[in-house]
């Protein structure tokens, strides 16, 4: 008898009207979700129409579904050009780059953070490492400039200078930029990494660090047999959203902070630049989305493959 209630109550469950039930019992937490939802639906879902772009040569008279459909056309041109290569191995080695430097950097900073104990001192830091997170890549790209400005820069002025050194013309040498654009992202990026890393290691249970004092743990045996360990998922998460946007530079970085010097191209012109001087200069719209595109399947690809091998080594750590 008690199991026929059981069974009875079961198929009720999942009956239609049961489901509309429950959605009508959170119905106030369904109103308070909309406004995101619908954000999300007009900021992320609605633009994808724009993927046909990347198959059309666009006639703005004829509309999107009136163009001529071209193919792969538009992603022939973009693989065309004699800096298709340099571009794409820029992008590819420059993220890369700042994928592990940062990483490595901002885990650091974290376990530096979370060492200072006095709350004033703690916030203080907090707020300052992440500061440069919120400032404007224009406004970065001016203070790059206000360094390396080659007349009144500081460093031109008051480091080689006074040293006997002659001025360096930095918007006219690319070998000097490989650095000084992985300086800047760091200095911009990390302090966002570390918040949110020394967040999760504020997460961890006190308890794990007093039973290691007890067994007579260094402080060295605690950061890599506890900290490191337990904050591993959110560092591999974090990682993974990285390499989906591996294929994407940073467009302000690249083109603000380099004040769009074509004289150091052959260091700093990666796939978004490329696309936009070819945007300005034909106003061909299909290139730019073929580009999109193909960032978009490239990033999703690589999060896919590189989640798969996680998964392989430890399920619990995969994103998904």
Do not use: C
Request: hydrophobic share 50%; charged share 15%.
């Amino acid at each position: 008898m008690a199991s026929e209630k059981a069974l009875t109550a079961q198929s009720g469950s999942s009956r239609p009207g049961s489901k509309w039930k429950s959605i009508w019992k959170y119905r106030a937490l369904v109103v308070l979700a909309l406004p995101g939802v619908l954000l999300m639906l007009i900021n992320n879902y609605l633009p994808m129409f724009g993927i046909f772009l990347a198959f059309k040569d666009l006639n703005y008279t004829a509309g999107i579904w009136g163009s001529k459909w071209i193919g792969l056309d538009n992603f022939k041109f973009l693989f065309a050009s004699n800096d298709a290569w340099l571009i794409i191995r820029n992008t590819l080695l420059y993220n890369l780059s700042f994928l592990i430097i940062n990483t490595i950097l901002a885990v650091m900073l974290a376990l530096l953070l979370n060492e200072v104990k006095n709350k004033f001192a703690s916030k203080f830091f907090q707020s300052t490492v992440i500061l440069p997170n919120f400032i404007s890549m224009v406004i970065a790209g001016y203070i790059v400039y206000g360094f390396l400005n080659p007349e009144l820069g500081f460093i031109n002025k008051f480091i080689l200078e006074p040293f006997g050194i002659d001025p360096r013309n930095w918007y006219a040498e690319a070998e000097h930029w490989p650095y000084i654009l992985t300086l800047v992202n760091t200095w911009k990026g990390v302090g966002y990494s570390a918040v949110v890393y020394l967040a999760a290691i504020v997460g961890i249970d006190s308890e794990y660090y007093e039973a290691a004092v007890i067994d007579g743990a260094t402080p060295w045996k605690q950061m890599t047999k506890i900290t490191i360990p337990l904050i591993a998922p959110i560092i591999i998460i974090m990682t993974l959203l990285a390499i989906g946007r591996i294929f994407n530079a940073d467009f302000g970085l690249f083109y603000q902070a380099t004040m769009a010097s074509g004289m150091i191209k052959e260091t700093t012109d990666v796939i978004d630049t490329y696309v936009y001087r070819a945007l300005m200069v034909t106003g061909d719209t299909g290139l730019a989305s073929s580009a999109g595109l193909l960032q978009s399947v490239v990033g999703f690809t690589l999060v896919i493959t590189v989640n798969l091998a996680v998964r392989k080594f430890s399920k619990e750590n995969a994103l998904f």
